[in-house]
């Protein structure tokens, strides 16, 4: 090693002391303990890297001896493993403002992961959740990937045949509702600013639930088994729990790096990470020996694994284990700007997210006033940017009279393509199709053209400085969130509507309390279908509008 060392590196006097006192050794126990990566990567250094500072040596020399190659591994950095003190500083905090790293990782304590993970072993999901149906996906080679049904029992019964021996991967999702005890269980031993849909988390303003996103989903990987980021969950702080038993391998990448190394895996894979994630997986060497920038880790049953918005990250387990994750987002610039910018990205692939982004900045526009001034003004132009395209699409279908109001907030995704839908839609037959989907329509029905939000109003709303609650935007939303407007308030204001055709606001109880909504309520939402037709006089919705500008400066 010294003499390969020596012929293909420069060295200062002093690093050819510390070779030839005990390099060898150093690098023979670093071979032991599993190459430079795993050692280094690790929450502590072992001893023998601290004596003497011999990680700068062996970043910057003697790993070039480890692959037989010179390599940087100044490219390799870790996650930042918080410590004790740390948890306990950050435990009541509401908001993730804390975090100023990309990658996190927090880690009960050995004594409390038994409690932690106790409902989670095979035996006990068999006995509390056998009888549910999954899709399992199981590859026994390379290439040969089969999905099945299955009850989860028959699953279990399988990974315990399997294990003696070793031979099939298998992985599958369990989603359980928001409520269940397993959850609330979790929940209990989260700092608060990480458990979901809580204060200071745009996800809270979703007017659905969507597991994985804002509701945690359950996983069963076992053997070999490897994921990538889903990418609809890159633009959020992606949250992973680890129930064990077996650990998780992670690589990820800094946001700041993505696009860089997007390109470069096109040019020698041929693979758009961004495109086609499940189909491509490398160890940590390859980034190393790539010239890529990585963070590696393992993650040990108990840890808790929190990505930045616009993380990538691959994640591999050998034996089996039971992950719990789900997302967030905080209400800051770089979290929001992160959600925009993704979509349109997404925009440019053709790719449709499961993400309603559009509505969700609205209701944060409405509802985070004390967010920077200059944040509001960008999210409101963006905003401003989609009621556009919108009207754009509205007037390549040339109609004549202007789309009647209907509230259906709840709408949110195309029945056809499911492209998200903002303002405007069509309405026939129970389906609910976007404009896009619209212009392959042969017949069209005027009448049948909706607009979720008046969009004379949606200006006024966007245009003024101080937006607040108001019965006219607001609605369910599934988390914690600053609304003050509860659902027998926009029931009465159906009614109201309904009777005498025109709104007439009273005060509102906006004493500034949170209201926790319910979930499921959203078929209080939906039974705004008898609204009277007749009402689609652009003047009087004008009138409306300023009726609730007048109201919001009371
Ligand atoms: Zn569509
Ligand atoms: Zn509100």
Not at 264 to 287: N, P, V
Not at 323 to 347: G, M, P, R, V, Y
Not at 372 to 384: A, F, K, M, P
């Amino acid at each position: 090693m010294i003499k390969y060392v020596q012929d293909n590196l420069q060295l200062t006097l002093s690093e050819k002391q510390m070779l030839y006192k005990n390099g060898q050794i150093i690098f023979e126990k670093v071979k032991q303990d599993g190459g430079f990566i795993k050692v280094y990567c690790q929450k502590e250094l072992p001893q023998y890297l601290i004596e003497d500072n011999w990680v700068d040596i062996y970043k910057t020399k003697i790993i070039s001896y480890e692959y037989n190659q010179i390599v940087n591994a100044l490219l390799i950095q870790k996650p930042h493993y918080c410590s004790s003190t740390e948890i306990l500083d950050i435990w009541n905090l509401d908001s993730l403002v804390w975090r100023t790293s990309q990658v996190y990782i927090i880690s009960v304590p050995c004594e409390m992961t038994e409690i932690l993970t106790m409902n989670f072993t095979l035996q006990q999901i068999k006995q509390n959740h056998g009888m549910t149906k999954i899709e399992v996906e199981s590859i026994i080679e390379e290439n040969n990937k089969t999905i099945q049904e299955m009850q989860l029992s028959q699953l279990i019964e399988k990974i315990i045949e399997d294990q003696s021996s070793n031979k099939i991967s298998y992985f599958t999702i369990i989603n359980l509702h928001k409520k269940a005890k397993e959850i609330k269980h979790i929940k209990n031993f989260l700092p608060q600013s990480i458990r979901p849909q809580g204060n200071n988390d745009v996800l809270s303003y979703m007017r659905n639930e969507i597991p994985s996103i804002n509701v945690p989903q359950f996983e069963i990987r076992y053997f070999n088994n490897w994921k990538s980021s889903p990418k609809d969950q890159i633009c959020f702080t992606q949250i992973n729990l680890n129930l064990g038993p077996d650990s998780c391998l992670w690589i990820t990448i800094d946001k700041e790096n993505i696009t860089e190394i997007r390109q470069k895996l096109i040019q020698i894979e041929h693979i758009d990470i961004l495109i086609e994630d499940k189909i491509w997986f490398k160890d940590a060497d390859y980034f190393l020996l790539n010239n890529i920038p990585f963070r590696y880790f393992v993650q040990n049953k108990g840890d808790l694994v929190v990505l930045s918005p616009g993380t990538y990250s691959w994640q591999k387990c050998e034996g089996l284990s039971i992950n719990c994750s789900w997302n967030q987002a905080t209400l800051d610039e770089n979290s929001l700007k992160t959600i925009i910018d993704q979509q349109k990205i997404f925009n440019q692939l053709n790719f449709i997210s499961r993400i309603p982004f559009k509505n969700l900045i609205l209701d944060v526009v409405i509802h985070e006033n004390s967010l920077d001034q200059t944040l509001l003004n960008y999210l409101r132009s963006e905003l401003q940017q989609f009621i556009f395209e919108e009207n754009q699409n509205l007037q390549v279908l040339d109609q004549k009279n202007s789309p009647v109001f209907q509230e259906k907030r709840d709408k949110l995704f195309c029945t056809k393509c499911k492209r998200e839908l903002f303002i405007y839609f069509y309405e026939e037959d129970q389906k609910c199709l976007c404009l896009i989907c619209l212009k392959e329509q042969v017949n069209i029905n005027n009448q049948n053209i909706k607009q979720k939000y008046r969009f004379q109003c949606l200006n006024f709303l966007i245009g003024s400085q101080l937006s607040c609650c108001n019965i006219e935007f607001c609605s369910n939303y599934t988390g914690k969130t600053k609304c003050t407007i509860k659902v027998d308030e926009q029931q009465n204001y159906k009614s109201k509507v309904n009777k005498k055709g025109f709104i007439k606001i009273s005060s509102e109880n906006n004493n500034g309390k949170n209201k926790i909504l319910e979930p499921f309520t959203q078929n209080v939402m939906e039974s705004s279908e008898d609204e009277n037709p007749k009402r689609k006089n652009k003047k009087q919705d004008i009138y409306k509008g300023q009726q609730f500008l007048k109201q919001k400066k009371l």
